[in-house]
């Protein structure tokens, strides 16, 4: 039932870069894990990385060397450094806070990456 907005998607030619924001209320970014999600048409959805609390980050294989995930806590923002895109990288992104504790469960609405050759 928390507010949770993703931005910063958009249309980008292939090797481009984006950079996604999420904001969450201060309470959520203190105490739970935040993850990114994507999920592209006709495909399931799939964990693209994760930040800890802590700020220990986690990231797929297919985005390693790629992506960075980072937090500004002082700004309530989880950020998704997204470089070298590949149109394999066109999907829906959603965050979340959903791990840490068991009441961790809150999902943004989405923010959309387009990416062409």
């Known amino acids: 039932q928390v507010h949770m907005v993703e931005s910063g998607g958009g249309s980008v030619q292939a090797g481009g870069s984006l950079k996604l924001s999420c904001a969450t209320s201060?309470?959520?970014?203190?105490?739970?894990?935040i993850s990114w999600y994507r999920q592209a048409p006709g495909k399931e959805r799939e964990l693209v990385s994760s930040?800890?609390?802590?700020?220990?980050?986690h990231y797929a294989d297919f985005v390693k060397g790629r992506f960075t995930i980072s937090q500004a806590d002082t700004k309530n923002t989880v950020y998704l450094q997204m470089n070298s895109l590949k149109t394999e990288d066109t999907a829906v992104y959603y965050c979340?806070?959903?791990?840490?504790?068991?009441?961790?469960?809150?999902w943004g609405q989405g923010t959309q990456v387009t990416v062409s050759s």
């Open positions: 979340a806070a959903d791990f840490g504790h068991y009441w961790c469960n809150y």
């Open positions: 201060e309470d959520i970014f203190s105490s739970c894990g």
């Open positions: 930040i800890f609390t802590d700020g220990s980050p």
